[in-house]
């Protein structure tokens, strides 16, 4: 089986049998992982084995499932009273002198709530992480509180959820689900998943599949109408609980934990674009929040003295962030907007000073870590260099931003084959090498990620004084496009960001093809002071660079300029055209 | 120079400084007396009884308090915002007292920054407005344009990674000009400006709309000229993501021909640089 190097052993407990496995070193702190339905605990396998170097990670076939035996009658022998006998005499033997932390997934995740909010499991339990599993007796408060005061989103949310829970209604009826388990569902539920779940291929699920799905009816058979009809009143959770949302579960609304924190205080909440088998699906960010949240809550102080506090720390909390011409302007404050939502930053810029500046200020505003890397985006072996270090020192990058540009102005005929060199190899080229090489990393581990490029307005806005800096953007725009039809199967985005005018220093640094140096300098103080006039601030274009990675927007037109640009591209492009005439003010 | 108009412009100095260390001993003072729920009219409040208490009664312009994002000026779009808000203060919190007390006829206007228990972001905004110290006062005593400096202040605030926020004031201003004020036994005020001050302020325009000059030292046209001798107070802001820092202080600027003359702070005894002096 996955579960390589496990040391097994068996627990004896009200009439069943359960199969107990073992990773890791047994001094470290106990993580118990629970599966959900229909599962087994090789469920976990990924996960396990990501934390067994740190963890003494302990795993249990649910009875009825897996190698565990199943009891007799199957009626009645599912109540959440009895699974959580077996949580108990499974902390005794693997753990009985330390409470353990506990991770669930799914029906994992139902029953560890009752664990964690039953009296007699009180100190025997450090922390709960929950994945898509709410608490029934929550789940009991959350449909009579709406059901209660039916107002249009309540009624909303709770035709949302039933709607969502088909599944249940279908397994509450007798023998059917039985009989398409043991026949053609249990067959082909391995290439549903692969096709609906995404769930990649491998040694999952097992072959006990059919008997583990059927058994696993009785689940929802004993509790399911038993604790929403009469929830308890008193499901407070007496450990620290970290919440996972995949916010593309098919079988949980996001909603279902809305007011979670009255039944548990102090909630971490961490969200996920993923679907419902995030142990498969995204193994290497569970392992990270499970380690992160094990490690804060195993000391009883906290891991750092700046927490993030961002709007989307839930989303990007620990995740690794690279932003190109970090060093200032938009990739600056990109940088610092991914920070403040407590990623992990490189910040790469030409400038190694600015960009030890960046990481310097990331780390203070809520970045666990942040380094500086010192890279001209246009140099392919430098970058090439830089995706090997990354990977080996930093590890797959989650977010990727290119964002490194340069300006250019300047009639067609005045730009030199240098200029336009120079400006496709930054522009452009940077880009490429970015998607390249990063991006191909995050398609080879694939579990997800998130690529920005940063193009422009006069990606689609043309103007007769920026040929060659248009024609760079409007590449960049539609690579974008193209890889986001790429990577869509792989649970990658590409977005396009297009700014307008912004107030950064590119105005400064600008080239003006075609005049002399005292009258470049000239119009790059008059631009500057132009865009100054108009100061439209860069933290506005970051805050829209995160909200495109959250909602997974393909092209984002920021100012409104930009917008109002891209809406005429679109209807009366022959009016961008007149304005593609006009001569700039400079 | 004179030893007669040295004398003069040394007492004079001498009254000023002496309100400036008055309006600082008031900010730590009440600084000091900053607890969890204070709200920022009740620190203005403190600061203006304090300073009562001490004998002033008249203001360049009544005591403000911000706290938290406000001390960035989060979403400030009409001046009437800078006034002090029901905010209350929480630990952790980063707060900025700013008066300008009138005492025996001279003015000051000075800035605190501060932060109730730990605040590393300010911490670290408040050591890089050390830089701009030195860079403002050099670049005067090089008698640069008052709008080239501006420039620079910001370009080296963006290096750091900063936002200008004393582009939020009026005029957008990063120092105005001070100077003696008449005292009255009646002092009113407007819109929480001193109007024997603002009357000063008024006919320093007008004078300088003459010459050339302007006592408000902004990043526009009309602070396109040398600077100015006389009492500047200036003050640099800084913003990031939230929280900002600031310190005021007069800046002397005389027509010396010795740099070193020409141009120097009031005082280099004061709570912000004696706390840069102690980092080192």
């Known amino acids: 089986m996955s579960l390589e190097g496990a040391r097994e052993r068996w627990v004896r407990t009200g009439g069943v049998e359960l199969c107990v496995a073992e990773l890791g070193d047994e001094t470290q702190p106990t993580v118990v992982l629970v599966h959900g339905y229909p599962d087994s605990k090789e469920v976990w396998s990924e996960v396990a084995t990501r934390l067994a170097d740190r963890f003494h990670v302990v795993l249990y076939d649910v009875r009825g499932h897996g190698s565990s035996t199943a009891p007799q009658p199957l009626r009645g022998g599912f109540t959440l009273e009895k699974l959580t006998d077996d949580f108990l005499a499974v902390v005794d033997a693997v753990s009985p002198d330390k409470p353990v932390h506990l991770v669930g997934h799914d029906w994992g995740s139902v029953q560890s709530w009752e664990f964690v909010t039953v009296r007699r499991t009180e100190g025997r339990i450090a922390s709960f992480t929950s994945m898509s599993g709410p608490s029934l007796d929550h789940f009991g408060h959350w449909i009579k509180q709406r059901v209660k005061r039916p107002t249009p989103r309540k009624v909303g949310q709770l035709l949302g959820q039933g709607a969502k829970s088909w599944y249940v209604y279908l397994l509450h009826t007798p023998v059917l689900p039985e009989l398409a388990w043991r026949g053609p569902l249990g067959k082909q539920w391995p290439k549903i998943l692969q096709r609906v779940e995404k769930v990649p291929s491998g040694d999952y699920p097992t072959p006990s599949l059919p008997t583990d799905a059927a058994h696993g009816a009785w689940l929802y058979r004993d509790n399911v109408r038993a604790r929403l009809n009469r929830p308890r009143d008193d499901a407070y959770a007496h450990a620290p609980v970290q919440l996972v949302t995949p916010l593309g579960d098919a079988f949980l609304s996001e909603r279902l934990y809305d007011e979670l924190e009255q039944w548990a205080p102090q909630l971490v909440r961490r969200t996920l674009p993923a679907k419902h088998w995030i142990p498969r699906t995204r193994p290497d960010q569970l392992a990270a929040w499970i380690t992160e949240f094990v490690h804060a809550n195993e000391d009883g102080v906290p891991v750092r003295d700046t927490v993030a506090t961002g709007k989307y720390a839930d989303r990007f909390g620990g995740q690794l962030v690279l932003v190109t011409g970090a060093g200032s302007g938009i990739g600056r404050a990109t940088a610092f907007a991914f920070a403040e939502a407590g990623a992990r930053v490189i910040a790469v810029d030409r400038d190694s000073e600015s960009a030890a500046r960046t990481a310097e200020m990331s780390r203070l505003i809520g970045s666990p870590e942040a380094w500086a890397e010192t890279v001209d985006v246009s140099d392919e072996q430098a970058m090439e260099k830089l995706a090997e270090k990354v990977a080996t020192e930093y590890g797959v990058v989650d977010v990727l931003v290119n964002n490194a540009g340069i300006g250019l102005s300047g009639s067609f005929f005045d730009t030199t084959a240098a200029d336009w060199k120079k400006v496709l190899d930054v522009n452009l080229w940077g880009v490429i090498h970015g998607c390249r090489l990063f991006g191909k990393q995050m398609a080879e581990r694939g579990q997800g990620g998130h690529i920005v490029n940063t193009a422009s307005a006069a990606a689609y806005q043309p103007s007769k004084a920026l040929p060659a800096y248009s024609t760079s953007k409007a590449a960049v725009l539609m690579l974008s496009e193209c890889l986001r039809a790429e990577l869509a199967g792989q649970g990658i985005g590409v977005s396009a960001i297009c700014p307008g005018f912004v107030n950064t220093n590119i105005t400064s640094t600008a080239r003006f093809a075609g005049v002399d140096a005292l009258e470049e300098k000239r119009r790059q103080k008059k631009s500057a002071r132009l865009y100054g006039l108009r100061n439209y601030p860069p933290e506005k274009v970051a805050d829209a660079i995160v909200r495109a990675v959250v909602r997974n927007q393909a092209v984002v037109p920021v100012t409104p300029e930009a917008r109002g640009a891209h809406l005429m591209s679109r209807f009366t492009p022959k009016a961008l055209r007149a304005i593609a005439r006009m001569e700039p003010p400079l | ?280």
Request: proline share 7%; glycine share 8%; charged share 30%.
């Open chain 2, 1 to 280: 120079m004179t030893t007669a108009v040295t004398d003069e412009l040394s007492a004079e100095l001498r009254g000023f400084r002496e309100v400036q260390r008055l309006a600082y001993a008031c900010a730590e003072a009440v600084a000091a007396q900053l607890k969890p729920g204070v709200t920022e009219r009740e620190a203005a409040r403190m600061q203006r009884e304090w300073l009562r208490e001490r004998g002033v009664r008249d203001w360049f312009h009544l005591p403000f308090a911000w706290f938290g994002d406000r001390t960035a000026f989060v979403n400030f779009r009409i001046p009437l915002q800078f006034f002090p808000t029901n905010r209350r203060l929480e630990p952790g919190m980063p707060f900025i007292l700013d008066m300008a007390p009138v005492h025996k006829g001279f003015t000051a206007d000075i800035g605190y920054s501060g932060s109730l228990g730990l605040n590393p972001v300010q911490d670290k905004l408040l050591a890089d407005l050390e830089a701009h110290r030195e860079l403002i006062l050099r670049e005067v005593r090089e008698r640069r344009p008052l709008r080239e400096i501006y420039e620079d202040v910001d370009r080296l605030m963006v290096r750091q990674g900063y936002a200008n926020r004393h582009r939020a004031y009026p005029f957008g201003v990063i120092a105005h000009k001070v100077d003696r004020v008449k005292e009255r036994p009646w002092s009113p005020h407007l819109f929480g400006f001193g109007t024997q001050s603002l009357k000063g302020l008024a006919s320093d325009a007008i004078h300088g709309h003459r010459d050339g000059w302007s006592p408000l030292w902004s990043p526009y046209r009309f602070s396109d000229h040398p600077p100015q001798p006389g009492l500047w107070a200036v003050e640099p802001h800084l913003g990031f993501r939230g929280t900002g820092a600031k310190f005021e202080e007069i800046l002397v600027v005389t027509d010396s021909k010795d740099p070193e003359a020409s141009a120097f702070w009031l005082d280099d005894d004061l709570p912000h640089v004696r706390r840069w002096a102690e980092d080192k």
